[in-house]
């Protein structure tokens, strides 16, 4: 059964830090690029920050560039995303995603969310 549980969020003031964390489980994690995306409220869902299977490559939104920083480790089959320098524009629930395109079909797996909600 493949499970992706996302854990960290919480609320913190402007200006803070929060981790994020996404334990995989139920597929071989290390074969999958791995991925933040966010929601706020009446908005679509964004991505945030990706991360290639081996860890060698990283993308970032422009708006999240030089604050959030994405890593994993293979061994512990868990991402994580380093979040600094918070805004209130970056309150919204965060979804981990792993994807794999195998044999021409993407394959994807979502979280179930966490809640981030930056305010003083």
């Known amino acids: 059964q493949v499970q992706l549980v996302e854990s960290g969020g919480g609320l913190v003031q402007p200006g803070g830090s929060l981790r994020l964390s996404c334990a995989a489980s139920g597929f071989t994690f290390s074969t999958y690029a791995m991925s933040w995306y966010r929601q706020a409220p009446g908005k679509e869902r964004e991505l945030v920050a990706r991360i290639a299977s081996t860890g060698t490559t990283t993308n970032y939104a422009d708006s999240v560039k030089g604050r959030f920083t994405i890593s994993r480790d293979n061994a512990k089959n868990t991402v994580y995303l380093q979040m600094n320098s918070l805004k209130p524009e970056d309150t919204a629930v965060y979804y981990c995603?792993?994807?794999?395109?195998?044999?021409?079909?993407?394959?994807?797996?979502w979280g179930q969310g966490t809640q981030v909600t930056v305010s003083s």
């Open positions: 995603k792993a994807t794999k395109v195998d044999r021409g079909h993407s394959v994807a797996y």
